[in-house]
């Protein structure tokens, strides 16, 4: 099991950036997928999940800014991340999750600073 993410990096507070997450190694498609961020010292946030029947979910702090996808086809899971503010800022992991297994993958970093 593989998940690798990308996309992340440095943005502007109000800005924009999507993050990916390449999934290998298992039926993708079969798997429930999240993302979950954590900001040094503090434990981790879940953010937002997508079911494998495509039903989404997110953390109050980012309803109406964040939009989960997925394509089965490729194998890819993405965030869209809108209207970003600093306290967005934080490691973010993709995960992948069915019959109690999680598998994570190694996190990347988006900074919201001016």
């Known amino acids: 099991v593989q998940l690798v993410e990308s996309g992340g990096g440095l943005v502007q507070p109000g800005g924009s950036l999507r993050l990916s997450c390449a999934a290998s190694?298992?039926?993708?498609?079969?798997?429930?997928m999240g993302w979950a961020r954590q900001v040094p010292g503090k434990g981790l946030e879940w953010v937002s999940g997508?079911?494998?029947?495509?039903?989404?979910h997110y953390a109050n702090s980012v309803k109406g800014r964040f939009t989960i996808s997925r394509d089965n086809a490729n194998n890819t899971m993405y965030l869209q991340m809108d209207s970003l503010k600093p306290e967005d800022t934080a490691t973010y992991y993709c995960?992948?999750?069915?019959?109690?297994?999680?598998?994570w993958g190694e996190g990347i970093l988006v900074t919201v600073s001016s």
């Open positions: 190694g298992f039926p993708f498609s079969d798997y429930d």
């Open positions: 997508i079911y494998s029947d495509g039903r989404t």
């Open positions: 995960s992948a999750e069915r019959s109690g297994m999680t598998y």
